[in-house]
């Protein structure tokens, strides 16, 4: 399992973040997602032979956001 964190573009309110968790967990092969509103970030934990980091965009994406991985 890889853990990535991600710059998330567009975050204004407890409803982005319910969406954006809601999209990334009901995606298979994500285990854990936890949106920070206040940095504006999603730490996301999941396995890499299921779904990649261009997927885990693509998701945050696909309902309206910006996202780009962040350099640990």
């Known amino acids: ?11 204004h309110c407890p409803g982005c ?3 954006i968790k809601e999209a990334l967990l009901s995606t298979q092969g994500i285990s854990k997602a ?3 509103i206040i940095n504006d970030t ?8 299921k779904v990649t980091v261009d997927k885990l965009i693509s998701i945050v994406e696909n309902i309206g956001f ?3 991985p ?3």
């Open 42 to 49: 999603a730490t996301v934990e999941y396995f890499e032979h």
């Open 1 to 11: 399992m890889k853990s990535i964190k991600l710059k998330i573009f567009g975050l």
């Open 66 to 68: 910006e996202a780009e």
């Open 34 to 36: 936890e949106i920070d």
């Open 70 to 72: 962040l350099l640990n």
């Open 17 to 19: 973040v319910t969406g």
